[in-house]
């Protein structure tokens, strides 16, 4: 979807991936299949291109680093080292004044044993790199589990995670110039399911205090970072009214799930804000054209999509992959929300 | 663009160009070089893909009765061989019961002197093949012109058009499906400057009557050129008020640069639309969510890039092409027309 917004754009996109069918090889003009280590093929590729961005927060900083010697890179391999760690990830935050679950960094079965008589029970274990759609999470639900969680994670550098009561997630879909200018999409609320996530609409069903504070805590992290390009800033809303509250999940260094409806839905998507920030182009206007919702075809949800497709107000993006298999994206869809009453989520 | 439409929908595109850079090539997961001619290349690309569809409304015919021969081919070359020849094309439109400009088949100088005197001065002495953006045209002033205006266009197969005093130029960007489906997208008004489109409005200020007569004459020429894709017919409007008639000018057999601005301000864009039809999807929604002008970015209008980019409700599409050339269509823009009364195709 990268590679699709810059090509509206003028640019021509040179894709570099480890693996030897990647998606966006089908749109893009070149390509290198070589290691994030091969350093003599990280240094071609970077005298090819003119600028250097990632779709993925997971390849290695040294990559970057590599690269940002020959190239500009965006977003650069500092804000990457950050968010590549919970633990660093869960400090910065900290850092900036926001607040974030309670945690403890776990080390061994006893510092997991204190930690959790501190952050109480349920807790969630997760480790500190490479979680995501809720793998590399455990979640403790009595200390007799101690020994099947510690286990379950294979002895990786974990942390714990006292679990919040949240009446809702959110997020928010940032973009940083790296002048500094800086615009975000509406709050937008998400639904999980099996730890992927299902749907999110928007705008999110929260006050206009707590939207505010999402943004800034979102725009604070954005320039703690100094971050260029879109990220999102995942939230946990707690407690309701003037005391709702937003406690900072997450930072995806990246587009994300959660912002696909700007694709249909906003003036300006979250690839081309992404792409037009890296290129040091002015961001353009995020703005929402109406209100929707979208739904991921995850897994065999695939199976709707001729009857999604012939649906006259509903947006079908379909990825392309060539194999189902249970808990994959396989597409999306957006839909707008005709009246705030409706149920949300609707199944297909 | 189609390319990119097909991505979204999950398609892969192997694109087939004689050109050894074809813009599409930087968007599309394969690429065969080769001429049109090249029976082998075609056969052979013929079996690597499941739809064959074109961009350019003048691939040969006979290219195309190669490709059929392997795979299904949308638009047919039936069709393309109407729209290919401005005679064939103007007595197709006539069998309709359609009107066209009045029109004289000319084979030599005598001819062309016979053919002014019926259809009066000026005429325009047009090719009867491979026209477009004012290639391929003479405008006859004067009888004593006949000698220039037959050198000019190199003794091609001509026709003399009669000329039509109409108060403004208008297109239907359609498509049709091989159920027979058809969907249209709103009469867009177009203005041309030097021959070349510059921009094009939307709705087109025409009455309602001459809306739906202009629709219901694109829906029967798709009819009955048994047309599957997106195609646009372009008309002129003659005469005001109840006497506003629609006279058909030119079909082109392809998605049409006067329904750009459906990639920002409709709910399926003529691409997506095209897609769905040559593969057999239901169509999309055609419906448009505000009203708009296109303006084309063409030759030098092209350095004003930044400045477009950087205004809130402007959506900016670059080609990417790597030169420019005065008359060559950089790229374009769309902007909502705020108020019926604006002055239209406004400078930038």
Not at 225 to 246: C, K, W
Not at 287 to 309: H, T, Y
Request: include cysteine; aromatic fraction near 8%.
């Amino acid at each position: 979807m990268l590679a699709i917004a810059a090509a509206r754009l003028g640019f021509r996109c040179h894709i570099f991936s480890p693996e030897a069918e990647s998606p966006a090889f089908d749109v893009a003009a070149e390509r290198t299949i070589a290691d994030y280590a091969d350093d003599t093929a990280l240094v071609h590729f970077a005298k090819a291109v003119s600028v250097v961005t990632l779709e993925f927060e997971n390849v290695p900083v040294s990559t970057l680093k590599v690269l940002e010697r020959h190239v500009p890179v965006a977003p650069g391999p500092s804000a990457l080292a950050i968010a590549q760690d919970r633990l660093s990830e869960k400090e910065f935050v900290a850092s900036l004044g926001l607040e974030t679950a309670p945690y403890r960094c776990v080390n061994d079965p006893a510092d997991l044993e204190r930690a959790l008589s501190e952050l109480g029970i349920p807790a969630i274990l997760k480790t500190r790199r490479l979680g995501y759609d809720g793998k590399g999470q455990f979640k403790v639900n009595s200390a007799s589990e101690v020994p099947t969680a510690w286990t379950a994670l294979q002895g990786a550098p974990v942390i714990l995670e006292g679990f919040v009561p949240f009446s809702r997630e959110v997020s928010v879909i940032a973009t940083r110039a790296s002048s500094g200018a800086f615009t975000a999409f509406d709050v937008t609320e998400n639904e999980h399911r099996n730890h992927i996530l299902a749907c999110s609409v928007v705008p999110a069903r929260i006050g206009a205090p707590a939207a505010k504070a999402a943004m800034d805590a979102a725009h604070r992290i954005g320039e703690g970072l100094g971050y260029v390009g879109t990220y999102a800033v995942e939230f946990f809303v707690v407690g309701d009214g003037s005391d709702e509250r937003m406690i900072v999940n997450e930072i995806a260094p990246r587009v994300h799930n959660s912002g696909h409806w700007t694709l249909d839905a906003a003036i300006t998507c979250q690839f081309e804000q992404h792409i037009r920030a890296v290129a040091g182009w002015p961001l353009g206007n995020p703005m929402r054209r109406f209100d929707c919702e979208m739904l991921n075809l995850v897994g065999e949800d695939i199976g709707a999509w001729s009857e999604l497709a012939r649906q006259p107000s509903t947006k079908i993006h379909l990825y392309g992959k060539r194999e189902m298999r249970p808990g994959r994206k396989m597409g999306h869809v957006t839909r707008p929300l005709l009246r705030q009453e409706q149920t949300r989520c609707r199944d297909f």
